[in-house]
């Protein structure tokens, strides 16, 4: 017996004000050790009026098309601020699967300069998409600049 299976394409793409009730659908998927490393707080998914100020400029959302999952919204990510600092969240059924790094590389593109992220230290997923930008030439050096308690701050540069 042969499956059936459409193959699914994550896209990436500007978020806008309309993408609320996704990202807040996508956090309710989200396990609370994946909002926990990306918000550092036992909290759970933030409130929709702190969300929905997430979907400015400078945030992107991955998004799967195709199969069953078409037009969910499965990731996003953020750069804001000067220096920019950038952020990324991926649902928990899409991690390793290349949506964070591609969200990352992004994000990378983006900026005009130095990049700020705060990184739990044991946030593995974090810390090896940070080592594959740089070992393909996105980033060029990570710089640690503090560290509080468990969460550590880094400077990427271009």
Known sequence: MMLDIEPVVVTVRAATAADLDEVLAMHRRCSRESLYRRYVSGAGT??????????????????????????????????????????????????????GTLLARRLAGAARGKIVVHVLAGNQPATRTIRRLQSDGTLSAATFVDRDGPLVTLALEK
């Open 46 to 99: 933030p409130p929709a009026v702190l969300l929905a100020g997430l979907l400015s400029a400078g945030t992107v959302v991955a998004v799967a098309t195709g199969g069953a999952q078409d037009g969910r919204l499965v990731a996003m990510a953020s750069l804001s601020g000067d220096p920019a600092e950038a952020a990324i969240l991926v649902e928990d059924a899409w991690q390793r699967r290349g949506v």
